[in-house]
């Protein structure tokens, strides 16, 4: 396999000063990263570069990027590491103007999440039916997860020292490394109390940690390794699988059916929107829509003269 291009001086400048100076998190980095290099090599096939490109050329950009075959949100972000870093060199003076200024976007639709019920919440959570320590994982793991909405990045980053269990709060490092002290109640604290019994954790404990790191890991692999966030993905697709839940499940499902259930029960906006770690508001409010259309689906089912209404 061939050795990748170095990216120009002035990606690499960029990129710097997008983990200094705003404090991107690793993964929103090689996010970056990746369609940064695909946007300078495209560049480069057409004997130009970040410094001489023009907005037409870029037109022509975006133009490719919607006829090819790649998810809308996928064209959204790279356009979007695009314009910060047209943006970055014109702000720092490395070319005279912004070509992206004035460059139409890609529009993202703003799907509703699709939460679990709680009764489906129920039968993922009691489809864990053994003690053995990957058993007391995978419950702790799930438990964890519905509690407190959080990321899956955020779940299987976690070390020993983020949890309190006496007084049932975790803390969480989100986007950005922003922290966040979230609770969680007695069902997910009598998983973990499980887990980190002489009977879980403590048998995935190897002779020799692979790493240093993983020796505060919350959750461990049979290796005695960080448990990775592909793996955690596949512990909940295989117990969605058991439970019979047919639609696509995910890490995130459990996190959009925390928020939705709070709030079905009363939660207050803010409160979920610092639960789970988001910047604005706005990005919370998705979950009072979902509320309002499952309440309406339960009023349509239920009430006797509902249809009489319309």
């Not at 998190?25 to 480069?44: H, P, V």
């Not at 039968?123 to 007391?136: K, Q, T, W, Y």
């Not at 969605?240 to 995910?250: E, N, Q, Y």
Request: with cysteine; glycine share 8%; net charge positive.
């Amino acid at each position: 396999m061939a050795p990748k291009a170095p990216l120009p001086l002035e990606v690499e400048e960029f990129l710097a000063w997008m983990l200094s100076e705003k404090g991107r998190a690793a993964n929103t980095l090689a996010a970056y990263r990746r369609d940064l290099r695909a946007y300078c090599g495209w560049l480069d096939e057409r004997g130009t570069g970040v410094l001489d490109v023009d907005h037409e050329t870029l037109v022509e950009f975006v133009g490719k990027r919607k006829a090819s075959e790649s998810a809308t949100a996928s064209i959204a972000r790279q356009l979007a590491a695009i314009r910060m870093l047209h943006r970055f060199l014109a702000i720092e003076g490395i070319r005279p103007d912004d070509p992206t200024a004035n460059l139409d976007g890609v529009k993202v639709p703003s799907g509703i999440p699709k939460p679990l019920t709680e009764a489906q919440v129920t039968s993922l959570l009691d489809a864990v039916v053994g003690h053995d320590p990957i058993d007391r994982r995978d419950r702790a793991l799930l438990e964890l997860l519905y509690a407190t909405g959080a990321r899956i990045s955020e779940t299987v980053g976690l070390s020993i020292g983020d949890l309190d269990l006496d007084g049932r709060l975790v803390r969480l490092f989100g986007k950005g490394s922003k922290e966040r002290i979230v609770p969680f109640g007695s069902s997910a604290g009598r998983a973990l109390d499980e887990w980190f019994s002489v009977r879980g954790r403590a048998r995935l404990v190897p002779d020799r940690w692979p790493r240093r790191d993983d020796a505060s890991a919350v959750f461990l692999n049979t290796r005695g390794s960080r448990l990775s966030r592909q793996a955690a993905w596949l512990v909940v697709k295989k117990y969605g699988t058991r439970a019979g839940i047919t639609d696509d499940l995910s890490p995130h499902v459990l996190r959009h059916s925390c928020a939705t259930h709070l709030l079905d029960h009363g939660a207050d906006l803010r409160v979920v929107q610092e639960m789970l770690g988001h910047v604005s508001i706005s990005t919370t409010q998705v979950y009072t829509r979902v509320s309002q259309e499952r309440l309406w689906e339960v009023y349509r089912s239920a009430h006797p003269r509902a249809r009489l209404d319309r």
